[in-house]
């Protein structure tokens, strides 16, 4: 089935270090990928999201593309800050279907 | 804000009772999903409905259930409450189409005692 398998962590940076967060996925057909984010105490907020391979999604400087031939959507960021410490999900949606998501990564940056 | 709203945000009960949680969708958005999320779990997708109608079905125990209303606000029923199922549950929307985002509440905090 669908599925999603993500460096789990926890990761622990000191500001303006570079940050990758590993994600792969199993799936039947091209499925769309996404990396939700969660601030302690809040929901699920989007992140980033790609719908087809070769696609970039990117979003206050993260980035992640869509590698078909590695069934990969690795999360990266070149330089982290302070406030990115946070829960990251890796996660993919086929078709209108739920969305499945990875285990979550904890991020924590230092100052 | 998400444009998802749930409620209540926290709720204290006890081992053996049953209480509801609600979910208002995004405006528009004809699918609605619940998840759970808990400490050893991560995020379990429980069952999602469209337009009023059970679309899939996820980890959901037998204990709980679901239901879309003709407004499309979806409540969540969890009885016989027992302590493993403290957890934050989650509603999320989305409208249809492939790749698009699926948008969550803040959560519902359980905490059963």
């Known amino acids: 089935g669908n599925s999603v398998t993500q460096m789990e962590g926890p990761v622990t940076l000191s500001e303006e270090a570079f940050l990758t967060i590993n994600c792969t996925y199993t799936?039947?057909?091209?499925?769309?990928l996404f990396w939700y984010v969660q601030y302690p105490g809040e929901g699920l907020q989007l992140l980033l999201k790609?719908?087809?391979?070769?696609d970039k999604g990117s979003n206050k400087g993260f980035e992640a593309t869509y590698r078909k031939e590695t069934t990969s959507f690795h999360l990266e960021k070149g330089s982290v800050q302070v406030s990115d410490s946070a829960v990251y999900f890796c996660?993919?949606?086929?078709?209108?279907?739920?969305?499945?998501f990875g285990a979550g990564t904890r991020l924590t940056v230092k100052p | 804000d998400s444009g998802v709203t749930q409620t209540p945000k926290h709720l204290i009960t006890a081992t053996g009772q049953r209480v509801t949680l609600r979910c208002s969708p995004r405006?528009?958005?004809?699918?609605v999903y619940w998840y759970q999320q808990s400490l050893d779990q991560g995020l379990q997708f429980l069952i999602q409905?469209?337009?009023?109608?059970?679309?899939a079905k996820g980890n959901i125990l037998e204990r709980f259930s679901a239901q879309q209303f003709p407004d499309l606000h979806s409540e969540l029923n969890l009885s016989s409450l027992e302590l493993g199922d403290s957890a934050l549950y989650f509603c999320?929307?989305?409208?249809?189409?492939?790749?698009?985002?699926?948008?969550f509440g803040e959560g519902s905090w359980l905490t059963v005692v």
């Open positions: 999320a929307s989305s409208e249809q189409g492939r790749g698009n985002t699926i948008y």
């Open positions: 799936a039947t057909g091209y499925p769309s």
């Open positions: 790609a719908t087809k391979a070769d």
């Open positions: 996660a993919l949606r086929y078709n209108n279907n739920d969305m499945r």
């Open positions: 405006s528009g958005d004809l699918s």
């Open positions: 409905y469209y337009n009023g109608e059970e679309r």
